[in-house]
Each structure stands twice: as C-alpha cells, then as structure tokens.
C-alpha cells in the first residue's frame, strides 16, 4: 500500500465522523447553565453566611442602641432622692428596653431597686442597698459586685469616683442559619452598661 492511500483512508475517516463531534466540541449552547450548576450551590453557600453574619449584626447593633437609649436617659435624670424613686426609675428604664427583638431586660438602680423585664411582664423588686448611698461597683464576669457603701466622691479603686449608679442589661434571640460557626455564642445576644448618676 501507498503511504498516500493509507493517509486518504485515514482522513476519509475522520471525515466522516470529524464534522459531526467537531460541530459538538464547538457548539457552546447550553454551557452557561453547566457553569452555573456548579458554580450556584458555592455561592449559594457564601450568601447564606453573609445573610447570618449581617442578621446577627443588625440583632446585635439594635439591641445596643436600645441599651444606650436606655443608658442616655438615665444620665440625663437626677440621682434618686429614695426608694419609690430609684422602683420608678427602673421600671422607666426597662421600659425603654423593650420590644425590637428584646426577650429580657433588667435595671438596677443603686442597688436599691431594680425591675426586670421577661415574656412581656415586669417584675419589680427591692434590692440590698440604699437609694442615697454611693458605691464603688466592680465588673466581674458581666455581673456587678457593688460592694459597701462608701463615702461619695471618694476615688473608686478601678478608676472614677463614688457615686449613685445604675445597671441596665438587655438580652434578644437570634437563631444563626451557621450556629457551629460561633457567629453569635449559642443564640442570645447581650448588651449591657454600667453608668454613674449624676
């Protein structure tokens, strides 16, 4: 046989079928819709967690301006001169903590009085201390030793003076699509702050 004749044949062949699988390895239809199918379920994915992420910083932002607006208006109120007024001002205090995704709210005022908020009641109560005393209280844990009274205005340990203060903390639910990721610890957001009256 001719080198030439092999090579015709071998071409004769790939003639026949080259035209069809060539116009099938060319055609482009339809590859949009595979890249997508493989590509959709990552993205998918990453949008689910910037959804979680953004829910739980919108959870957490709002429950912090609710505590600040709770912590500004304590600040612009006067020291109170006894018991009925440290009761009124806590419940005007957890008041202004509730709603917005809140599921709990507490203020302690002076560690005379305080009144906590939880499934839509407040419950009121009196706590160890005087109304008029000043106090030098210590965070530890995110719970507040208030210790003994001291003398106001005296330097306080940790920095500041003695003086009236008050305690407002507010807890909300955020159930995370990602809870294994730690986002948000378990699925209660906290906010709380410590003030001194003046």
């Known amino acids: 046989m001719r080198p030439g004749f092999i090579s015709n044949t071998r071409a004769h062949k790939s003639s026949a079928t080259g035209p069809a699988l060539g116009a099938l390895l060319r055609d482009a239809r339809g590859s949009i819709a595979v890249e997508f199918a493989l590509v959709a379920p990552v993205l998918m994915v990453v949008l689910a967690g ?56 507490e203020a302690v005022v002076n560690n005379a009085a305080s009144a906590a908020w939880s499934e839509g009641a407040v419950t009121p109560s009196a706590g160890p201390g005087a109304a008029t005393a000043c106090y030098c209280p210590a965070l530890s844990g995110g719970a507040v030793d208030w210790g003994s009274p001291v003398v106001c205005d005296t330097p306080c340990a940790a920095g500041g003076t003695a003086g009236p203060f008050v305690r407002i903390a ?29």
């Open 50 to 105: 910037v959804i979680d992420i953004g829910s739980a910083a919108h959870a957490r932002l709002s429950l912090q301006a609710r505590v600040t607006a709770a912590t500004e208006y304590a600040l612009l109120q006067p020291a109170p001169p006894d018991q009925p007024a440290a009761a009124d001002m806590a419940q005007r205090l957890v008041g202004l903590l509730q709603g917005g995704g809140t599921t709990g709210a």
């Open 170 to 198: 507010a807890q909300a639910r955020h159930v995370s699509l990602f809870p294994a990721y730690g986002f948000v610890a378990g699925d209660t957001l906290q906010a709380s702050a410590v003030l001194r009256l003046n």
